[in-house]
């Protein structure tokens, strides 16, 4: 599943109430090719009607932040039509 759908699933019928976001490389690893990599770290919060938290915890590599970069580039593209 893709970050995005990952998310979109988690904030169905949600507010997000916090997010919070970290950039980090690997500097130690038990595989090398893994070390130098690029990734962030993101931890969603949201909150339900009911006034119930949940939250989701996520690293995603370069790639999947680039995917998710890209749908929140189309959501506030069609927010900025909106207005």
């Known amino acids: 599943m893709s970050a995005s759908a990952q998310i979109q699933e ?3 019928d949600k507010k997000i109430a916090d997010l919070e976001w970290r950039f980090a490389i690997a500097t130690s690893n038990s595989s090398v ?3 130098g990599d690029c990734f ?3 931890k969603l919060i949201t909150v339900d009607k009911d006034q119930q938290y949940e939250t ?3 690293d ?3 790639q999947q932040f ?3 970069y890209n ?3 189309k959501i506030r593209s069609l927010v900025d039509f909106i207005k």
């Open 60 to 62: 995603l590599d370069l």
């Open 40 to 42: 962030l770290q993101l």
């Open 66 to 68: 680039n995917e998710l």
């Open 56 to 58: 989701l915890q996520m």
């Open 10 to 12: 988690f904030i169905c």
């Open 33 to 35: 090719k893994q070390y």
């Open 71 to 73: 749908e929140i580039s």
